[in-house]
């Protein structure tokens, strides 16, 4: 695709139910990132993705997050049991490109909103 | 470890004032260096990068920022605000040799008429 996609673009969802949010990345782009924007904060790391493997997932806040890419392409951050302080954007970023001139290109993001 | 401060989470300035977004980093060695910007109802895009290549760079939309190690500092600055300049900033810092981009809290801001 054009650009990065991520779906879907808002979800609402119960405390304690199990949620997945999907990443769509540029095509060709091998690394993955995901964040989470939270009211009044900044962007934090979750997990990074080279390919199909995360070399780097000491992010994600707890054992209920996870996530997974396959094909070098698509990947799914999934909250088990959501909490209401899971509430956030959730954004998902890639780029073809790790030296000096990386630059990410983010999705506009999922809002989660865990009532 | 590696870090990012952003000083001011909200700056606002007068349409045609100078802006300056302040942006300190702590590493053991100079890392890649990062703004980037979200436009209301966007998502984040790249605004300029250091590379080492040199210490002043420009980016898009007259925005620049220079790189002080003495400091450990990449201020964001534009000779004159424009209404359209209205946004959340983030600077971000990665090691060369590390995964993952660290972002700071942000700033955000505003132009008065």
């Known amino acids: 695709g054009a650009g990065v996609s991520q779906s879907p673009s808002n979800k609402v969802t119960e405390k304690g139910k199990d949620v997945e949010l999907r990443c769509d990345p540029i095509?060709?782009?091998?690394?993955l990132y995901w964040y989470r924007q939270s009211l009044g904060q900044g962007l934090e790391f979750l997990i990074y993705?080279?390919?199909?493997?995360?070399?780097?997932k000491s992010g994600l806040p707890s054992d209920r997050f996870s996530a997974e890419r396959t094909g070098g392409s698509v990947s799914t951050l999934t909250i088990q049991r959501t909490q209401q302080e899971d509430s956030a954007v959730y954004l998902c970023?890639?780029?073809?490109?790790?030296?000096?001139?990386?630059?990410?290109?983010f999705g506009s993001g999922t809002q989660l909103s865990v009532l | 470890a590696q870090s990012v401060t952003q000083l001011g989470s909200h700056v606002s300035v007068s349409e045609g004032a100078l802006v300056l977004l302040r942006c300190n980093y702590s590493s053991s060695v100079p890392p890649y260096l990062f703004w980037y910007v979200q436009y209301p109802n966007q998502g984040l895009q790249l605004l300029l990068k250091?590379?080492?290549?040199?210490?002043l760079v420009k980016g898009i939309n007259g925005f620049e920022a220079e790189f002080k190690k003495s400091e450990t500092s990449f201020h964001l600055t534009k000779p004159s605000a424009h209404m359209s300049d209205a946004a959340e900033y983030f600077c971000a810092v990665r090691h060369s040799s590390a995964s993952k981009i660290i972002f700071g809290s942000g700033t955000r801001l505003s132009i008065r008429p």
């Open positions: 250091y590379t080492s290549a040199a210490t």
């Open positions: 970023a890639s780029s073809s490109d790790r030296g000096p001139n990386e630059k990410l290109f």
């Open positions: 993705f080279q390919g199909n493997s995360a070399p780097d």
């Open positions: 095509s060709g782009h091998t690394a």
